[in-house]
């Protein structure tokens, strides 16, 4: 099925370690974004990528950083994983810089320990 | 800045019940508002999007109405079902910032 796919769903890591998000999606679309979700905070964005070759801060870029690999695939990379990084992250797609065709993949549930 | 609240937060209904979400935002300077579902555990689903220049939008049981200059939209929902127990979130796409701005949703119960 067409859509935007998250890798992992789920993930423990220590407080200090790395790891990468990966989201690809193959609905041919610009733009792409990252989310976090947090109880009472509803979503915000952490970064957003207008088109292919583009990265822009979000509300809440510290602590993260993002690649734009090619027009399919966006990754969110959290250098040093820090408590309040717990979260469920996001991935999102639309086919235009202005909401159309707005898809979200199933998100990925990350603890920090 | 803006900013998007929902209220209530948390809903409970009937089966067969006509129901409506409000939402409402402090900027009017908007492009669009967009209405999505979010089912426990998943991600979010795009249900209808209303250009700043319409009143409303229809898909099925669902009517998003949106009054820009008094900063609301309601999504109303005719005959309500179990199947339509979620959370329902409004984002809000203020011009010149290419973002949404989401509420933090109200979660409703539809009772069989």
């Known amino acids: 099925n067409a859509g935007v796919t998250q890798t992992p769903k789920f993930q423990v890591l220590k407080t200090g370690q790395s790891m990468t998000l990966q989201c690809a999606q193959d609905?041919?679309?610009?733009?792409m974004y990252w989310y976090r979700q947090d109880p009472g905070m509803g979503l915000r964005l952490i970064y957003y990528?207008?088109?292919?070759?583009?990265?822009d801060k979000g509300e809440v870029p510290n602590g993260y950083n993002v690649s734009r690999l090619n027009k399919r695939e966006f990754s969110l990379r959290l250098e040093s994983a820090a408590p309040s990084q717990t979260s469920v992250y996001f991935c999102?797609?639309?086919?235009?810089?202005?909401?159309?065709?707005?898809?979200f993949g199933s998100g990925t549930r990350l603890t920090v320990v | 800045k803006q900013e998007v609240t929902q209220i209530p937060a948390a809903l409970s209904v009937p089966e067969g019940e006509n129901l409506v979400l409000n939402c409402s935002f402090t900027?009017?300077?908007?492009?669009?508002l967009q209405w999505f579902r979010q089912d426990p555990g998943k991600g979010l689903t795009s249900l209808l999007l209303?250009?700043?220049?319409?009143r409303e939008q229809t898909s099925g049981r669902l009517n998003a109405s949106l009054d820009k200059s008094s900063g609301r939209s309601t999504l109303y929902i005719a005959a309500s079902q179990p199947g339509d127990s979620a959370t329902y979130l409004c984002?809000?796409?203020?011009?010149?910032?290419?973002?949404?701005?989401f509420g933090t949703g109200t979660r409703l119960k539809v009772l069989a």
């Open positions: 990528s207008a088109s292919e070759g583009t990265t």
């Open positions: 609905m041919n679309h610009n733009s």
């Open positions: 984002a809000v796409f203020t011009s010149g910032t290419y973002k949404y701005i």
């Open positions: 900027d009017s300077a908007i492009y669009n």
């Open positions: 999102a797609s639309s086919s235009d810089r202005v909401g159309y065709g707005y898809t």
């Open positions: 209303i250009q700043s220049s319409q």
